[in-house]
């Protein structure tokens, strides 16, 4: 069983910053994806970036240039460095992760296993 926990989720003003985290209990698997996904209120969740146990990135067009998704695994921890944030980034961000070989990630919801409680992120104009 693997567990996430987000964090740093917060409230900026439109064009500021932010850097989310999510510590991952040990993954026994050597190949995985992990991903961020983000839901806003009455809508779907919607995948915005994910990476591969190869360190391949994948990114929604909606955050391409402005998001970095990365991970440092001697921490278990994935990021997600979020820059020029607008109001309609305002969302829950949930971090997601799965069993599978590198190159064969998706940004898909139900592609996923392990999800973590979500972490609140609002941005203002």
């Known amino acids: 069983q693997v567990t996430l926990l987000e964090s740093g989720g917060g409230s900026v003003q439109s064009g500021g910053s932010l850097r989310l985290s999510c510590a991952a209990s040990e993954f026994a698997q050597s190949t995985y994806c992990m991903a961020w996904f983000r839901q806003r209120p009455g809508k779907e969740r919607e995948g915005v970036a994910n990476?591969?146990?190869?360190?391949?990135?994948t990114y929604a067009d909606s955050v391409k240039g402005r998001f970095t998704i990365s991970q440092d695994n001697s921490k278990h921890t994935l990021y997600l460095q979020m820059s020029s944030l607008k109001p309609g980034d305002s969302a829950m961000y949930y971090c997601?992760?799965?069993?599978?070989?590198?190159?064969?990630?998706?940004?898909?919801?139900?592609?996923?296993?392990?999800w973590g409680q979500g972490t609140q992120v609002t941005v203002s104009s």
């Open positions: 990476i591969d146990s190869d360190s391949q990135t």
């Open positions: 997601a992760a799965v069993s599978a070989a590198a190159g064969h990630c998706m940004l898909l919801p139900g592609d996923y296993t392990y």
